[in-house]
């Protein structure tokens, strides 16, 4: 990302910005695992914006495969097969990302009925 600014550098008001959140006492689940969770959001909204309502076993398995990817490695690390801590939170975010997506899709989908 830092390549992207001239000279390796942030922008001043960037900068600026770090240097004032720095000293924010956040919970640590709102810095680790919340930008996880809604970068699945993220994802899940992309695709769906990309095929719409146009369902197709490719659409479905794009829509599908990070959720579950996420939700493995997750699994996986509580069962130490995968390195890593395998955190409670990180798993609530996923789940919280997927329940907030189907219930956007949900939503969105009977306005369209109507």
Same mark, same amino acid.
């Given at each position: 990302?830092?390549? *992207?600014?001239?000279?390796?550098? &942030? @922008?001043?008001? +960037?900068?600026?910005?770090? $240097? ?5 006492? %956040? #919970? ?31 659409? *479905?398995?794009?829509?599908?495969? &990070? @959720?579950?990817? +996420?939700?493995?490695?997750? $699994? ?5 097969? %995968? #390195? ?31």
């Amino acid at each position: 990302m830092f390549r *992207l600014f001239p000279h390796g550098e &942030l @922008p001043q008001w +960037a900068c600026r910005l770090r $240097i004032s959140a720095s000293g924010l006492n %956040v #919970p640590e689940w709102f810095r680790f695992s919340l930008p996880d969770g809604l970068w699945l959001l993220a994802y899940l909204l992309i695709i769906d914006g990309i095929w719409g309502s146009r369902r197709s076993f490719m659409s *479905l398995l794009f829509l599908t495969i &990070l @959720p579950i990817a +996420a939700l493995m490695t997750e $699994i996986l690390q509580w069962a130490h097969i %995968v #390195p890593g801590v395998g955190d409670w939170m990180d798993m609530a975010c996923y789940l919280l990302s997927i329940l907030i997506f189907l219930t956007l899709n949900k939503l969105f989908s009977y306005e369209k009925r109507r």
